[in-house]
Antibody
């Protein structure tokens, strides 16, 4: 049974880079699926950030594309998110998830809270 | 990329049925049969309840059902139970391997 766990700093300074990792267990990241990042600002709705295939093929939310890079490390069975030039508006709970059949988020991590503040 | 439109809140009494709408455009909801719905209890991660407009994952109660007409998708919960009180969000495939979420709807069981 696939399980996902987000990790990374809980506090990031404005203008710096947010870096998060999602570790996959119970399933090889190379077996398939797209893998995604979704965030939820406090009191607001969910926002899709982007998706990545183990081959490295990526797709990003057009509104975030200029600041976001996703990558995969198959040797560690994890995938990562980097978001540059963060502001307070990037404060959110960040979730990683499987994207099954390219159409829906099937399994979610528990989420990690990232606060952007000096 | 605009979010899909959902009502901020809905409510119902135990045993009743409620419907939550999710309105998009022909570029997302209306253009693809890839609408999914997620249940989220406070402080918890979202849980998939409906996918591909009207399919239920294994383990999800058949009290939950989904449908779509034009640019609007709907989630119906019948036989409301106290445990159904949560936030519900819709999501649609929007082409070119991108997704749009709705703003979320808070369901209160009276």
């Amino acid at each position: 049974q696939v399980q996902l766990q987000e990790s990374g700093p809980g506090l990031v300074k404005p203008s710096e880079t947010l870096s998060l990792t999602c570790t996959v267990s119970g399933y090889s990241i190379t077996r398939g699926y797209y893998w995604g990042w979704i965030r939820q600002p406090p009191g607001k709705g969910l926002e899709w950030i982007g998706s990545i295939h183990y081959s490295g093929n990526t797709h990003y939310n057009p509104s975030l594309k200029s600041r976001v890079t996703m990558s995969v490390d198959t040797s560690k069975n994890h995938f990562s998110l980097k978001m540059r030039s963060v502001t307070a508006a990037d404060t959110a709970v960040y979730y990683c998830a499987t994207i099954y059949d390219g159409a829906y988020m099937d399994v979610w991590g528990k989420g990690t809270t990232v606060t952007v503040s000096s | 990329q605009s979010a899909l439109t959902q009502p901020a809140s809905v409510s119902g009494s135990p045993g009743q049925s409620i419907t939550i709408s999710c309105t998009g455009t022909s570029s997302d909801v209306g253009g693809y049969n890839y609408v999914s719905w997620y249940q989220q209890h406070p402080g918890k991660a979202p849980k998939l309840m409906i996918y591909d407009v009207n399919k239920r994952p294994s383990g999800v109660s058949n009290r939950f059902s989904g449908s779509k007409s034009g640019n609007t998708a709907s989630l119906t919960i019948s036989g409301l139970q106290a445990e159904d009180e949560a936030d519900y969000s819709c999501c649609s495939y929007a082409g070119s391997s991108t997704f749009r979420f709705g703003g979320g709807t808070k369901l209160t069981v009276l």
